[in-house]
Antibody, heavy 121, light 107 residues
Framework: EVQLLESGGGLVQPGGSLRLSCAAS????????MSWVRQAPGKGLEWVSG????????YVADSVKGRFTISRDNSNNTLYLEMNSLRAEDTALYYC??????????????WGQGTTVTVSS | DIQMTQSPSTLSASVGDRVTITCRAS??????LAWYQQKPGKAPKLLID???TLESGVPSRFSGSGYATEFTLTISSLQPDDFATYFC?????????FGGGTKVETK
């Protein structure tokens, strides 16, 4: 069974940093692109960042460019999101998601349950 | 960035109704569009990929259609389990973007 388990969320002050992790199991991790998607309380979905299966290519939303970095450890089947210079508007539930297929174009076929990030003083 | 405009934002319907949700893209996606269902307190679930491919296990009352800039999600006969929020998402180019969502509620 494919499983994604996020961790690392919490309460952080504005300007602070957090590192989110997503432990993957049940599939060949290094063959699938992965993404981080967030959802602010009561709001819609916002794609944050994506990374190819090899980890060679990464992509980020304009709203987090220069502050967030996505990475992966294929030897340990883990996806990361390093978040710096956090702002109140980064407060959200952060999901990791697995590509539905191994191609270059993909929907997000499996999602974790999310980890909550709250940015507040 | 590609903008995704989803309508309506809220839809009131009854069990048995045919429901249609529309998603428009600011530029052509070819067919690279997904539809998701989200229930309160739960992660989104992929329903339809590549505009019209039904995911395994998704009831056949769900269907997707469209190409280029206009796409639709149709529920042929709304069931009690279908009251939820639905999102479209383009993956034609980065940054991926979602529509604003459509909440399907009881009339």
């Amino acid at each position: 069974e494919v499983q994604l388990l996020e961790s690392g969320g919490g309460l952080v002050q504005p300007g602070g940093s957090l590192r989110l992790s997503c432990a993957a199991s049940g599939f060949t991790f290094n063959t699938y692109a992965m993404s981080w998607v967030r959802q602010a309380p009561g709001k819609g979905l916002e794609w944050v960042s994506g990374i190819t299966g090899s980890g060679r290519s990464t992509y980020v939303a304009d709203s987090v460019k220069g502050r967030f970095t996505i990475s992966r450890d294929n030897s340990n089947n883990t996806l990361y999101l390093e978040m710096n210079s956090l702002r109140a508007e980064d407060t959200a539930l952060y999901y990791c998601a697995k590509a539905a297929s191994t191609g270059s174009y993909y929907g997000m076929g499996v999602w974790g349950q999310g980890t909550t990030v709250t940015v507040s003083s | 960035d590609i903008q995704m405009t989803q309508s309506p934002s809220t839809l009131s319907a009854s069990v048995g109704d045919r429901v249609t949700i529309t998603c428009r893209a600011s530029q052509s996606l070819v067919g690279w569009l997904a539809w998701y269902q989200q229930k309160p307190g739960k992660a989104p679930k992929l329903l339809i990929d590549k505009a019209s491919t039904l995911e395994s296990g998704v009831p056949s009352r769900f269907s997707g259609s469209g190409y280029a800039t206009e796409f639709t999600l149709t529920i042929s006969s709304l069931q009690p389990d279908d009251f939820a929020t639905y999102f479209c998402q383009q993956y034609n180019s980065y940054p991926f973007t979602f529509g604003g969502g459509t909440k399907v509620e009881t009339k």
